[in-house]
Each structure stands twice: as structure tokens, then as C-alpha cells.
């Protein structure tokens, strides 16, 4: 029997060799160079010049690509609309556009150089800085996300690419600019902070399904065999420990090196844009089920026994070298109980992106290895130890259940993106209780597997593990009848992506147009709310009903989007004000759905071909507030299509956005 993963590091090895080689450390750091100049063209007028030396084979992407593909390039002006004003876009020398098989989209970017260039008009003529965010993603075979802080010294006609944070914010003298420069956050520090978070929560997970590794028949047993032979073998106890703990080191090496590899093969970011794909989500799915069916005993996932023979024959030269391919060893033998997990967390860091599968191996291998060294340290421990047993295949099964629910979840992505309504929240909602009740009836002994033992009677640790899944089971019993759910948010598909998204029991509701019908041309969106998804359509109602336009810039795969809709919007503060005070205007701009060929056309803006619905709605974000980021919001006045106040993106704080929602419809009714 062979089991885990580390060895197919040898075959991501040839693959990464494959992939021209590039190792994380090696080759260009800094793909891309920035130079900043100024240019004036009269006594308010000036132009503010960008240049980029981008090395060979890189691309830098443009602000104008597909929003669907890889992340565009992002300028945030400081103090713009206070100190100065914008003039238009800025503009972008000539770009490279080439339709990407893996993302469907248009892909527009530059190779070699780029320039962009914006002009501005100062209402401040005592104005000598202009600051500038420049985030951008530079991509070959891997993508890097980059943040630049550029300053304009308009005084002395020279532009400087800053170091860090700390130094562009103390650039110049201490003007209002530089006071003002602590209070602004822009979106994409924000999505970046949630993006560790993520990080942090996914190294907890990995560090938890570890820890059942540990506990699986594959693993469990090697621990008093392996610290035995370290002791007894050794030349005297300081040496045992010391080789105990190498050896521990490096399984978390073996397993850090694979997380390693394959965000190199796939690139940081490419994963995330990846894991939004119809087919790798269905790839996903069937290797989940996979995984899942070999826990609960119909199959072995194996390695060939000639890659552990050959790792054996390497451990026994002894010495460091040896150690490390004792626990290459390890990690081969124990395939077939922590390659399903191993897989499972690669593919759940492939939703993250960026560092994600190595923090997931990072915390997957400390959970094995701190095992090792400790008992090694405290070989008196391992009296403490549990016997092997009938137990650990309990283990495996748990698991199995585990990764059965998480494949729906990569299937329902699928489902969303191609609005298929196959597995709709009502349908997924019902497997998870199905594969919940399954659980609690294997906990409580009242089913079986072929591999298990007899269950003479039930340990206090299977009883309350049995009591939580069987309560957890019920709390989803009331979100077939519309339960909000908001302990498992972001997991099955939204409210509105239902068979009764009123509710069963109910016709219509959320809504409060007076005869509770909905307008022509709207839909039901999260919360039952009157949603428009064409944005003349919801300016013709927002006028008839003087009310004003909340316009959300969103997306069915944009995950920062969903949070809002669910942590945010759902709050009764905000939704009051989402149902009562505003005409929700929410434009995709990932929709894959055809125009018409009469209202094809190309972007004035851009130059790309406006194809699909998504692709209208994100030339039109570009076109009328120049930015091109999911979820951001507009509150506007309907008759005029004026700003009320100043758009926001990803806001999490509910405080925060009820403000924000309240300075603009306040705006509206004065």
C-alpha cells in the first residue's frame, strides 16, 4: 500500500521542468520597471507620463481586460476631485489582444514596454504633488500581483516611483495631502486584507485536516515505530531526538516543496481565475467524489510500489539524506489515506490562489510532523497514545462524508456560472442533510462500512461528534423553507438561485412596491430584493419612483461580491434601506450570454470586442467611472445620472456602508 502525495513530487518536478523551469527565487524579481515623468501644458494643464521596461516573455495586463481573465491593471489617484481633476481615462500605448482558451476571454496586455499617460486639470493651483496607487499583475509562466507608489512633483516637473507605504506617505512636505493620505484605503488594500484572512483560515483548516491524517490507519501507527527506531537506533538520546525532529522538518519540506511547485506550474493568480471555470470546477467535483469513495472503502488510491522500494533502498544510506527520504518514505507509504486529503486542500487553495497551496501544505505537514518531534523530545508520551484499532477507519470515513459535501460545492460553482438550475439551493441544501444524517447514523453505529470493526459500544468523543453533526444537520432543515443560513454563508448557492426564491409558502415577497408585483424587466435578487439587471430598464423605474440608483458593479463568480450580499446586505439596517430607499441596479460583467450581432460592437475605450452581456456591462464600469473592480457602487441621481456621493468598492464594515447609503440617498432628498 502506498499513500501520500510527496511523491508526485517528482512528477510536478518534470512537469515544472517542462514548464521552462521557472523556481520561485530564481530568474527576474522585478519583471517590470516603472519610470514616472510630468509634462506642462499650461498654468493648470499637465500630463502625468507612465513607463514600463517589462523583461522578456512577461506581460503587464491593462486596465481595459476582461475582468473575467487576469486582473487588470488599477491607478488610484489621491485627492482627484479635491485637488485636481481627471480628464478623461487614462490613455495606454498599443496593446496586444489575445483570446484566452482557458478564460474565455479577450486577454489585453503589454509585452516589452507601456506607457500610460493621464491628463489633469488642478482646482488647486497652490497643488505641487500628485500621488498615485499603481497596482497592476505581471504574468509568464507564474503571475505576480505588484503595488507601486508613484508621486508627480508638479513644481519641479519629475515623477517618483517611491519605495514603500511609509516613505509615499511622507513624501513632501506636511500638506493636507499627506494628512489626508492615512484616511484613504483603496479597494484593493481592502480585498488584500481579506485575502490574508482567507490565507489564515485556510493554513487553520489545513492544520486541522492534518491532524485527521494523523489519525488515519496509514499514519497513526508510524508514530511509535519511528520514534522507537530514532531512540533505539542512535547513538545516545541527544542524537535520536536531533534526527527525530530533522525528520519532522522535513515532511513539512517534502510537503511545503509540493504547494511550491504547483503554484509555479499554475502561476499565484492563475488558480483563482482557474477555479472559476466551468470544467475544472467539474473536474474538481468528480476528483472530490473520487476521494471520497476510496474513504469509505471501495478502492485504494496507490502510488507504484517501485517509487517506495526505490525511496526505502535511498533511506537506508543513513545520515541527514537518509532521514529525508524516511520521510519521503512516509509520505509515499501513507498515499492512499492522505493523498485524498492532500488533493482535497489543493484543490480548495486553487480557489484561493496567490501563496494559498503552500500556507495549506505549510499547515497540512506541521500537524504531521510536530507529532514526530515532540514524542521524540518526550518519548514518555507515547504510553499516552491510543491503541490502533478499529477507530482509525472511522477516521477515514468521517472524512469521506467531509469531501462527498465539499464536491457539491465545486459542482455548484459550475452550476451558478452556466445558470443551469441543476443544483439550486433547495436540491443542495438536501444532499448536505442527506450526507449529514448519513454521518450521524455511521457515528451513532447504526451504519457500517465493510472495513469496520464491531462497535461494542460508543466512545464519548463518537458521541458528541455525532451529537454536532446531527444538530449542524438540523440547522439546515429550515433553509429548504428560506432559512437565511448565515453559519455556512457563501457555501450553497444564494437565496435568489432557487426553486422558491419567495420562500415556500410565499408568492412574492421582499418587495415593497405596492401591489407586489414585480416591474417589467426585474427580477428577484439576494433577500427577495427588486433587482433590475439592465441598467436602462432600472433608471426608467428609479425616475417613475423618484427614488435614487444604487448601481452594483458585480459578478456570479465574484466571491467579494457574495460576502456583501451576505454579510452585509442582509443586516436589517442596510436591507431596509435596500427595499425601501433605493432602485437596485446590479450589472455583471462575467456573464457569458451573447448579444445580439446588431449590438456587438468594439470599445471606443479599450478597442476589445463587446460580445457577451458581461462584456457590455464591464466596458461600460471602464467608460463612465474608469475603474474596472467587482463589487463597486454607485448612488446616483436617476434624472441626471450624477453621483450622489463618492462610489465605494468592497466595503465590509456594515457601518461603514449604512453611512455611505445614507450621505447618498440624504444627498438625493435634500
Not at 415593497?512 to 423605474?541: K, R
Not at 450581432?597 to 464591464?618: A, F, L, M, P
Request: charged content about 20%; hydrophobic content about 45%.
Amino acid at each position: 500500500m502506498i499513500k501520500h502525495i510527496t511523491y508526485l513530487i517528482a512528477f510536478f518536478s518534470v512537469l515544472a521542468i517542462q514548464a521552462q523551469g521557472f523556481v520561485p527565487g530564481s530568474g527576474t524579481q522585478n519583471p517590470a520597471t516603472w519610470e514616472a515623468k510630468v509634462k506642462q501644458q499650461d498654468a493648470t494643464h499637465y500630463q502625468l507620463i507612465l513607463e514600463a521596461q517589462i523583461e522578456p516573455e512577461w506581460h503587464i495586463y491593462s486596465q481595459f481586460t476582461d475582468p473575467a481573465g487576469p486582473i487588470p491593471l488599477a491607478l488610484e489617484f489621491l485627492k482627484a476631485g479635491e485637488d485636481f481633476t481627471l480628464d478623461g481615462p487614462a490613455k495606454e500605448s498599443e496593446t496586444e489582444v489575445v483570446y484566452s482558451d482557458i478564460f474565455e476571454v479577450d486577454e489585453t496586455f503589454w509585452s516589452d514596454t507601456a506607457t500610460i499617460t493621464q491628463d489633469i486639470t488642478l482646482k488647486n493651483e497652490n497643488t505641487k504633488l500628485v500621488k498615485l496607487i499603481l497596482t497592476y499583475q505581471v504574468c509568464k509562466e507564474v503571475c505576480i500581483n505588484e503595488e507601486k507608489y508613484i508621486v508627480f512633483d508638479l513644481e519641479n516637473k519629475k515623477g517618483t516611483v517611491v519605495a514603500d507605504f511609509n516613505a509615499f506617505e511622507s513624501f513632501g512636505t506636511a500638506s493636507e495631502v499627506e494628512k489626508e493620505v492615512d484616511k484613504i484605503e483603496p479597494v484593493e488594500k481592502v480585498v488584500k486584507q481579506e485575502e490574508q484572512k482567507d490565507l489564515w483560515t485556510l493554513f487553520f483548516v489545513a492544520f486541522a485536516s492534518g491532524f485527521l491524517a494523523l489519525l488515519t490507519p496509514c499514519v497513526f501507527p508510524m508514530i511509535p515505530m519511528t520514534v522507537s527506531f530514532f531512540t533505539k537506533q542512535s547513538k545516545n538520546l541527544a542524537v535520536g531526538r536531533r534526527n527525530a525532529i530533522l525528520y519532522g522538518i522535513f515532511i513539512v519540506v517534502i510537503y511545503v516543496l509540493l504547494g511550491t511547485i504547483v503554484t509555479a506550474i499554475f502561476g499565484a493568480d492563475a488558480l483563482n481565475a482557474l477555479s472559476t471555470n466551468v470544467w475544472f470546477n467539474l473536474i474538481f467535483f468528480a476528483l472530490l467524489v473520487v476521494f471520497a469513495i476510496s474513504f469509505f472503502g471501495a478502492f485504494e488510491i496507490m502510488l507504484p510500489n517501485s517509487w517506495a522500494n526505490a525511496v526505502d533502498r535511498k533511506a537506508d544510506r543513513g545520515g541527514i539524506i537518509g532521514i529525508f527520504f524516511m520521510a519521503l518514505a512516509l509520505a509515499i507509504v501513507s498515499f492512499s489515506c492522505t493523498g485524498p486529503i492532500v488533493g482535497t486542500l489543493l484543490v480548495q487553495a486553487a480557489a484561493e490562489g496567490g501563496l494559498a497551496p503552500i500556507i495549506g501544505m505549510l499547515g497540512f505537514s506541521l500537524a504531521i510532523a510536530i507529532p514526530f518531534a515532540l514524542f521524540a523530545l518526550f518519548p514518555g508520551l507515547l504510553n499516552s497514545l491510543p491503541k490502533s484499532g478499529g477507530w482509525l477507519n472511522s477516521v477515514k470515513v468521517v472524512l469521506g462524508f467531509l469531501e462527498l459535501a465539499l464536491a457539491f460545492k465545486f459542482l455548484s460553482n459550475a452550476d451558478l456560472v452556466l445558470q443551469a438550475h441543476i443544483l439550486e439551493r433547495e436540491v443542495f441544501l438536501a444532499i448536505w442533510i442527506a450526507l449529514g444524517i448519513g454521518l450521524s447514523l455511521y457515528l451513532f453505529g447504526k451504519l457500517t462500512t465493510a472495513h469496520d470493526s464491531p462497535l461494542p459500544h460508543i466512545s464519548t468523543g463518537r458521541l458528541l461528534l455525532g451529537l454536532f453533526t446531527l444538530t449542524f444537520t438540523i440547522y439546515l432543515v429550515p433553509g429548504l423553507w428560506g432559512a437565511p443560513l448565515k453559519l455556512i454563508s457563501g457555501f450553497p448557492p444564494p437565496m435568489n438561485y432557487s426553486e422558491s426564491p419567495y420562500g415556500v409558502g410565499y408568492t412574492k415577497g421582499g418587495s415593497a412596491l405596492p401591489d407586489g408585483e414585480l416591474p417589467e424587466e426585474a427580477e428577484l435578487g439576494p433577500y427577495q430584493l427588486v433587482t433590475f439587471t439592465n441598467y436602462e430598464a432600472g433608471l426608467a423605474f428609479a425616475k417613475a419612483e423618484n427614488k435614487p440608483v444604487l448601481l452594483d458593479f458585480t459578478g456570479k463568480a465574484c466571491v467579494n461580491c457574495r460576502k456583501m450580499e451576505e454579510r452585509v446586505w442582509g443586516e436589517p439596517q442596510i436591507l431596509g434601506k435596500l427595499q425601501q430607499d433605493v432602485v437596485l441596479i446590479s450589472l455583471f460583467v462575467d456573464l457569458k450570454e451573447k448579444l445580439p450581432e446588431d449590438e456587438q460592437y468594439v470599445s471606443e475605450t479599450t478597442g476589445k470586442r463587446i460580445q457577451t452581456v458581461g462584456n457590455k456591462w464591464s466596458d461600460f464600469q471602464i467608460r463612465k467611472y474608469q475603474i474596472n473592480a467587482q463589487p463597486y457602487y454607485v448612488l446616483l441621481d436617476p434624472k441626471t445620472e450624477t453621483e450622489l456621493n463618492k462610489p465605494v468598492g468592497y466595503t465590509p464594515d456594515v457601518d461603514e456602508f449604512e453611512a455611505w447609503l445614507e450621505e447618498g440617498i440624504g444627498a438625493y432628498t435634500n
